[in-house]
């Protein structure tokens, strides 16, 4: 592993022992901020968080973080914290989304990805507003919203924390149940899936296949469209 990815790799994976030796949380995921609300996007890697955060912020969100989401409970509710790390996109999708004014130096890991500069929230951290998990589809033929049902979201989002392994080894089974089980509750999660290839990730999974700068263009915009309709739906109102 090259020197800057190894050391990337080792300070998140001690800040995230720090974060759990005091009982802290954090999921795989980005998160972007609409409307004074944090929104939370999850998924194993190759899903695609960091081109839909990026997709999003071309819409009108800001990044809030990006890989590692730390929340914590807090009055009844759930806090997401801001971290400073910088996205990391490929050059397919920094062409597609049209970011290449934000694109920099390039990560310098077998991933062939570039760090990308995003507008990034000016809070420090955020109420949680929703949180969507993301999966494929192959049969599908555009992407699909719908709500999970409590006991399947905490099941997910409990495959879906942060260096997992470290986690296990220093907080409570129990613990960790309880965590994902109030955070499936509150606020609601839902699941995005996309069609095989909605995004040019051409090195992110063996099925996905690369596709022209436009028609990825399209096929992302229209998922992140799908999602930006969820988050402002979660931050409407609401009314009896």
């Known amino acids: 592993m090259p020197l800057p990815a190894a050391v990337t790799y080792l300070l998140g994976t001690t800040l995230t022992a720090l974060l759990y030796q005091r009982g802290g949380m954090a999921l795989h995921g980005a998160a972007v901020a609409l409307d004074g609300r944090a929104h ?22 800001t990044l809030l973080c990006d890989d590692a989401a730390r929340v ?24 597609a989304l049209q970011l ?15 760090f990308v500069s995003l507008p990034r929230a000016d809070a420090d951290v955020l109420p949680l507003g929703g949180i969507i998990t993301l ?12 709500p999970l049902d409590p006991l399947t979201a905490a099941t997910l989002l409990l495959q879906r924390i942060y260096r997992g392994q470290i986690h296990r080894a220093l907080i409570p089974g129990a613990r960790i149940a309880q965590w994902t089980a109030a955070l499936a509750h509150s606020p609601g999660v839902r699941r995005l899936a996309r069609p095989m290839a909605p995004a040019p990730l051409p090195a992110d999974t063996d099925t996905d296949t690369e596709m022209d700068p436009y028609t990825a263009r399209n096929s ?16 409407a109102p609401h009314t009896a």
């Open 40 to 61: 939370l996007l999850v998924g194993p890697s190759g899903r695609g968080k960091s081109t839909l955060s990026a997709a999003l912020c071309t819409l009108g969100c």
């Open 72 to 95: 914590e409970p807090v009055d009844g509710g759930w806090m997401v914290f801001a971290d400073n790390r910088r996205t990391k996109l490929h050059d397919a999708t920094i062409s």
């Open 100 to 114: 290449h004014h934000a694109a920099e130096d390039p990560v310098g890991d077998a991933s062939a990805k570039r």
């Open 135 to 146: 999966a494929v589809d192959p049969s599908a033929t555009a992407p699909t919203l719908a």
């Open 220 to 235: 992302v915009l229209a998922t992140a469209r799908l999602a930006l309709g969820a988050l402002h739906s979660a931050c």
